[in-house]
């Protein structure tokens, strides 16, 4: 009952997942599989004959498709294009050294919001007074949620002018008395006129059309997206002593044509060196310095030691609010969803059972009532879903413990059990004393190790009030 219950309580969870993301492509990140194979804009419709009704979907699919070619129809311009695509293997990292494998092909549901980049002092949206980071909200009073929109209706003009509303973040300092950095939104008006379109482009329809006419729009109104623009950069960091400010647009990194920040960001994670090179335009001068990534290094609270490098400068590229769809069989979604966190959790638990044994995780994290009685009121103080989120662990927690091979427990009669099978007769009623002894006491031990580490995690807490008491 113990590993039942939390079916139910996650079960109950995940009842309240009512609509999700449709099965579109926001994004398709570069050198990924899915590159140069599907678009932005377009819908998923099936893979290998099954038909996908929302992205959870379809990453279901694929994640379980790892190195298989896969056959994908999508909806595309109102026409029906197939493809095949087969996902890459990826590698996902949790906590206690566990290691999920899943499939990826490198699309993203959400569409970037239309936040531009402006890379040349020359263009015609220079020219119109539009910088980088504004966000445009209408063209000619239509109301435009979406980049992918805005590069259409550019990709459509043939040099016509048009009025652009924009919102454009401006620095407020000191914000709340210092305590954040603050920028205030304020609407504007720019009159934007592209040069005229090339007659000899295509009408559209193949990916190699729609990539030329995205690129076009960008050359004739001279605008593209936020995606490869620095919004932040420490000022104590290496890339800030490089000479790279908020504004630029990366250029390169190591040598290598920068084709999205997430790129960037994978090139430098993957391969950590000590020194990389990195170019960038300013007002369309091209500029270059090297710099170091940051190099973290923690301990968490089980005791696993980590080490990452970090690039700490960030972009700035907010994602549109786009349309929903209802989920279409809640309860069988919820279902699974709860045997699939529950099956999760048992595994984290005996993992940790696991590196417990190996002295990878210390006994120090073996907590007692004491510390589960903050776990709930914490989860309790965030909302319901986060209370039975903590309740179904506590749950699988004593369940997994009561089967542990240790007599008087559940897991220890299972032993005797197996022990009496393999003999093909009873243990004698002295065996069972005398393990029955050790397994109280080793119950008792573990017992005051769980209270003796709650206490020393709450001594502050306890000091305190006993001054306050006493005072």
């Known amino acids: 009952m113990n590993v039942l219950f939390p079916i139910a309580l996650y079960t109950s969870v995940f009842l309240e997942d009512r609509t999700f993301l449709p099965p579109m492509v926001g994004v398709v990140l570069p050198g990924r599989p899915a590159d140069g194979k599907l678009v932005p804009g ?36 109102g026409r029906t294009v197939e493809t095949t695509l087969t996902p890459t293997d990826e590698v996902e990292e949790r906590e206690l050294e566990i290691v999920d494998h899943v499939g990826r092909v490198g699309i993203v549901p959400s569409f970037p919001a239309p936040v531009i980049g402006v890379p040349k002092t020359d263009s015609p949206a220079y020219r119109a007074g539009l910088r980088t980071f504004d966000r445009v909200v209408a063209i000619n009073g239509r109301k435009v949620d979406r980049l992918f929109d805005l590069q259409s209706v550019l990709a459509a003009n043939r040099g016509d002018t048009v009025v652009l ?11 709340m008395g210092g305590l954040c950095d603050l920028a205030v939104m304020t609407p504007q008006v720019a009159t934007l006129t592209p040069l005229p379109r090339s007659n000899d482009l295509p009408a559209g329809g193949a990916i190699g059309d729609a990539n030329e006419r995205a690129a076009d729009a960008i050359t004739r109104a001279g605008i593209e997206g936020s995606d490869l623009y620095a919004s932040f950069v420490p000022e ?8 790279l400010l908020a504004g630029d647009r990366l250029l390169s990194l190591d040598g290598a044509p920068a084709r999205s920040w997430e790129w960037v960001n994978s090139q430098l994670t993957r391969a950590p060196r000590l020194e990389h090179e990195l170019a960038w ?9 090297k710099f170091q990534l940051r190099r973290e290094q923690w301990d968490d609270e089980l005791g696993q030691h980590y080490e990452r490098y970090v690039f700490r400068t960030t972009h700035w590229v907010p994602v549109s609010q786009g349309e929903r769809v209802p989920n279409p069989h809640p309860l069988l979604y919820a279902v699974g969803r709860g045997f699939e966190e529950t099956g999760s959790v048992i595994q984290f638990i005996v993992v940790g059972f696991v590196r417990i044994l190996q002295g990878r995780v210390s006994l120090s994290n073996v907590s007692g009532p004491i510390t589960l009685y903050d776990i709930a009121g914490q989860a309790g103080a965030k909302g319901p879903a986060y209370f039975v989120w903590a309740m179904a662990l506590i749950s699988v927690n004593l369940g997994l413990i009561n089967l542990l091979p240790i007599p008087v427990l559940d897991g220890g009669h299972l032993a005797f059990f197996l022990v009496e099978w393999v003999r093909r007769r009873p243990l004698s009623l002295r065996v069972r004393e005398v393990a029955s002894l050790v397994g109280m006491s080793v119950l008792v031990a573990l017992m005051l190790i769980a209270f003796k580490n709650d206490v020393e995690r ?14």
């Open 42 to 77: 377009d819908r998923i419709v099936s893979i290998d004959g099954k038909e996908v009704e929302s992205f959870p979907d379809v990453q279901s699919i694929v994640a379980r498709r790892a190195g298989k070619a896969m056959r994908v129809v999508v909806l595309r311009d």
């Open 281 to 289: 335009m300013r007002e369309g001068q091209p500029m270059a310095g």
């Open 165 to 175: 509303t924009y919102l454009r973040p401006v620095d407020a300092p000191d914000a």
């Open 236 to 243: 104590a960091s290496s890339e800030a002593r490089a000479g």
């Open 458 to 471: 709450r001594w502050d807490v306890i000091i305190g009030e006993f001054k306050e008491i006493f005072s």
